[in-house]
């Protein structure tokens, strides 16, 4: 279920033009929107590179022009190293896919900025193919 309609119920004209797409990958959306219609998108599947990358590249078609992808879980890794000092353990979920996506985007960007937050988003701008060969070449 999506957290959304419980959190929006006072609000259905809000709830009215959210549509969560859950249960599928970056590739089905294509099947879900005509190209530029999306005005945000968010990103939180897996967290192993190159995953995010490859599910930004899939969606870059759907989005239009300066609208934001957000992409959760982007300080996986300097969460888990602090979790490790604490704790002496090694946390299992430290992925860098969100964070290496996030460095690899060529425009603009906005980063939460406290020490805890973990998101961020990307301003999609510009020609789709010249952020697929962006992205493509931060694939490693």
């Known amino acids: 279920a999506c957290a959304a309609e419980a959190m929006l119920a006072d609000r259905p004209e809000v709830l009215g ?7 599928c990958t970056a590739l089905d959306a294509a099947a879900h929107g005509a190209p530029g219609t999306v005005d945000l998108a968010f990103i939180d599947a897996d ?23 957000v992409a959760h879980d982007t300080r996986l890794t300097e969460i888990a190293a602090r979790h ?11 992925n860098r896919g969100p964070a290496h996506l996030v460095r690899a985007w060529p425009g603009e960007s906005i980063h939460a900025a406290t020490d805890s937050a973990n998101i961020a988003a990307l301003r999609v701008t510009g020609d789709r ?3 697929r060969t962006v992205l493509l070449a931060a694939i490693d």
């Open 17 to 23: 033009v959210i549509d969560v797409r859950t249960g």
């Open 47 to 69: 967290h192993r590179h190159p995953w995010p990358i490859l599910d930004a590249i899939a969606i870059l078609d759907l989005v239009r022009e300066g609208a934001w992808i």
């Open 84 to 94: 490790e000092r604490k704790s002496g353990h090694p946390a299992p979920w430290s």
């Open 129 to 131: 193919g010249s952020l």
